[in-house]
Structures are given as C-alpha cells and as structure tokens.
C-alpha cells in the first residue's frame, strides 16, 4: 500500500528542544516537501528537495534543517531557532517528469509548551 | 513569479446549494492547475486537476475548467453536501518554468449546513 508517512501525528516538546519530524514516503517519487501550517491559513513552504543529497530552501527556512541521504526519507528539524515553531507541518512528494500532483503525508501537530 | 489568488472565505452554504469557489493563476508558462481538499487535522487531498488548457477535471460531483483566456480555474458544485465541508486549495505548477515548486492559494473554508 503506497503513500506518505509522518510519525508521530502529535508532537510535544518543550522550549528550546531541537525536534525531528519523519517523513517517509514509498512511491518512489523524486522530489519532496515540508510545508508549515497554522490555524485558518494556507501553505507556506519550508524546504524541497528534487533528489538525493540536494534540497533547496523556501519561503520560511529559518530555524529548520532537512536532509535527504535517502530518496524515500526526508526528515525536518525544528531548531530552538525557530520563534514560533507550534503549527501543523505537512509533508509531500512528487514524481519528478510528470504534470503530477503533490501527493500529501497526514500531517504531524507540533506543540511546543 | 508564478502565483495563485484564492477567493477568501469562510462560505456557509445550505445542503443542496450550488457551490463556487473562484481561483485565479498568474504564470510564465503553461502550469498544471488542481484543486486539494483538506479536512480537519488531515493532509491535503488531490480533488482534481487540469494540466492545459481547456481541460475539465471532476471528480466526486465537483468539477473545474482551466480558462487561460481569464487565467482562472473555478471550483464548482451543483448540489452541496454536509459532507463537502472542508477547506479547499487551489495550487499551479508549471514544471517547466518553476520546475516542481508549486503554488497555493490561502485555502477557502467550505461550511455546508443541513
């Protein structure tokens, strides 16, 4: 059965904490996604990575790290950083040469006490 | 740069009504255009998509046309269920010019009351 895993679906930790998300995805898709999500708001992108080993920032990349060592694995850090790191962060992928859609992971809720 | 304008919600609507939700696109090249839904605490799911022009995407009673005259992809739904209620994305992707970034509007929050 294929598709996107984020584990855990909630997250708490305290301030000051570094904390990884997992992001796992067994579609063999080349590019992946984090997005940050906060209550009545849209998408706004964190990090993307179209291969291994390469990933690029986006529009809010401050106080986040990813890696990519492996093709189905694409883990986000939240850093002490990050001001305000409590939202819902999704993760996504996609196939690389196609018109595809952005295929979507059930999301992590991150609280930060 | 590439972009989406979303009409801003929330919108009531009464079983049964006929739903619009408006999505305009600005782009360079020739973009791929969808429409997600997201219900609460879930990730988004693709709802339908247009990838040229001209192109009708439906699925589930909801239907969209990619219109590059007016550069617009509307979200529509002749007969609204209690089970429509979501939030509704449109994204582009315009694999060509932007490569795999894509671009979503704010989302429109969709209430549909019995």
């Known amino acids: 059965d294929g598709g996107i895993t984020q584990s855990p679906k909630y997250l708490f930790r305290k301030e000051g904490q570094n904390v990884t998300l997992s992001c796992e995805q067994n579609?063999?898709?080349?590019?992946m996604y984090w997005y940050r999500q906060d209550p009545g708001q849209g998408l706004r992108l964190i990090y993307y990575?179209?291969?291994?080993?390469?990933?690029q920032k986006g529009d809010i990349a401050e106080g986040y790290s990813v890696s990519r060592e492996k093709k189905e694995s694409f883990p986000l850090t939240v850093t002490s950083a990050q001001k305000n790191p409590t939202a819902f962060y999704l993760c996504?992928?996609?196939?690389?040469?196609?018109?595809?859609?952005?295929?979507f992971g059930p999301g992590t809720r991150l609280t930060v006490l | 740069g590439d972009s989406v304008t979303q009409m801003e919600g929330p919108v009531t609507l009464s079983e049964e009504a006929f739903l619009t939700i408006n999505c305009t696109y600005t782009?360079?090249?020739?973009?791929?255009l969808f429409w997600y839904v997201q219900y609460p605490g879930e990730g988004l799911q693709l709802l339908l998509k247009?990838?040229?022009?001209?192109d009708k995407g439906s699925n589930k009673g909801f239907e969209a046309t990619y219109r590059k005259e007016t550069t617009s992809f509307h979200l529509e739904k002749g007969s609204v269920q209690v089970s429509d209620s979501a939030v509704y994305f449109c994204?582009?992707?315009?694999?060509?010019?932007?490569?795999?970034?894509?671009?979503f509007g704010t989302g429109t929050s969709l209430t549909v009351i019995p």
């Open positions: 994204a582009l992707s315009d694999l060509r010019n932007t490569g795999n970034q894509f671009y």
């Open positions: 990575s179209q291969i291994v080993n390469d990933f």
């Open positions: 247009a990838t040229k022009a001209d």
């Open positions: 996504a992928s996609r196939p690389w040469t196609s018109y595809n859609e952005q295929f």
């Open positions: 782009a360079t090249g020739y973009p791929s």
């Open positions: 579609l063999n898709h080349d590019a």
